[in-house]
């Protein structure tokens, strides 16, 4: 692709995401609450400790051999994990932030 017809389709981009922003009214991509967008992340993440949990469990009771993916499993749960709490930081300090805020 020539530099001249990536800018054209750059240019175009542009265009059509002008049009969208210039309608009255951005409807979501969903009609779920952000209660709800919660709540399915934290069912994720617990899913996520359950499976890595089990697949330890596994390991160290001599079912599965599968120690790699047992760690896998158990880094990315605790990833997941620390990633939540890092969100849930932010949102509060964002509302600690908005109350201090004088009128």
């Known amino acids: ?21 210039a309608n009255e009214r951005i409807a979501p991509a969903n009609d779920i609450g952000i209660s709800e967008d ?26 599965s051999d599968d120690v790699v993916g047992a760690m896998v499993a158990s880094q990315k749960a605790s990833l997941s994990f620390s990633m939540l709490m890092e969100v849930r930081n932010k949102i509060l300090n964002g509302i600690d932030d908005v109350m201090r805020m004088s009128l």
């Open 38 to 63: 919660f709540t399915q992340v934290v069912r994720s993440i617990n899913a996520q400790q359950n499976l890595a949990s089990e697949m330890m469990r596994a390991v160290d009771t001599g079912e």
């Open 1 to 21: 692709m020539s530099p001249i017809e990536s800018q054209r389709l750059l240019i175009g981009q542009m265009n059509e995401l002008k049009q969208i922003a």
